[in-house]
């Protein structure tokens, strides 16, 4: 079991320590829940109730906390403690699932790819033919790579993943379990004669460097080009991405979002979970959409939207409290009503 002192854990934090303890902290965990021997944090000051409450020895805080961490016990001050709760969680972050052989002798790899050094090669790949699997990458049990792919160097592409042919990821992505990566955009036209035809997708799908795809996310193919993620994207589980789209830099897609086809965001544009997306529509650099938001048009950069159809934060709010203000003037009227007759 890893321990380690809160001296140790400082070291990499390079924060202050407040108060002192001797215990050996042996995990992190959240505050309800800690013993003794285990570390929190708090990254909101809504969250000091807890302190009083929780069993935890130390816990990683703001600067601004404003209660005092008791005897025996200890804070070490941050100026995010977010941020430095993420390096306290590698430090105690078991390994990842080993690979006994580099390449698996159930795997069934292509002639004709190429898989270069320190690549490992779960039990029941495919890798078809001329793909090139890039150093240091792990492909766990049980994906597949089409014709003509690419995969980066160290990046990790998890179980039951499928990555059709002509696709390519980036260096140091990470591709959750059963993700799909470059399957047929959704095209059809309705024709008298046939009903409808499927409009053949003949594009692929071009991943950035450092992009993490959750379980389940589906990143179509492009009807013509590329669909594409920039650098730095992260997509949660769930997410539906159409053809044709483009992505820029350091984009973040929470669960059950979707955009339809030829949808062009901005960097850093972040759009909240179940949010929609109308096809061809533009959204400009540093957007936010808000979770449940549907976007039908073009939205200049910086700006925070929200409601189905989406406005303006501001605006949306407004709306909101209006419309909450009559619903509360219907119900007294309604009530006087029925009072008085």
Known sequence: MKSYTIQEIN???????????????TAPEQLEAANESEISFIGNKKYEKLWSISKACVAVVNEDISIEPGEDRAFIKVKNADLAMSQVLELFAPPTPLFTIAIHPTAVIDPTATICNGAQIGAGCYIGPKVIVGDNSSIYPNVTIL????????????????????????????IHPNATIGADGFGFRPDPQRGLVKIPQIGNVIIGNN??????????????????????????????????????????????????????LGNGVIIGGSASIKDHTTIGDGVIVGAGSGVTGDIPAGKTMLGYPAVEARDALKQWAILKRLVNESKKQTKSFLLNS
């Open 211 to 264: 992009v993490e795809i959750g379980a389940n996310t589906c990143v179509d193919r492009g009807k013509f080009s590329s669909t594409i993620l920039g650098d730095g994207c992260k997509i949660d589980n769930l997410v539906q991405i159409g053809h044709n789209s483009k992505l820029g830099k350091f984009c973040i897609m929470a669960g059950n979002s979707g955009l339809a086809g030829s949808v062009t």
């Open 147 to 174: 014709d003509e792919c690419t995969v980066g160097k160290n990046t990790v592409i998890w179980s039951g993943t499928v990555i059709r042919e002509r696709c390519h990821i980036g260096n140091d992505c990470i």
């Open 11 to 25: 070291e990499i934090l390079k924060g202050e320590i407040i108060g002192n303890t001797f215990q050996k902290i």
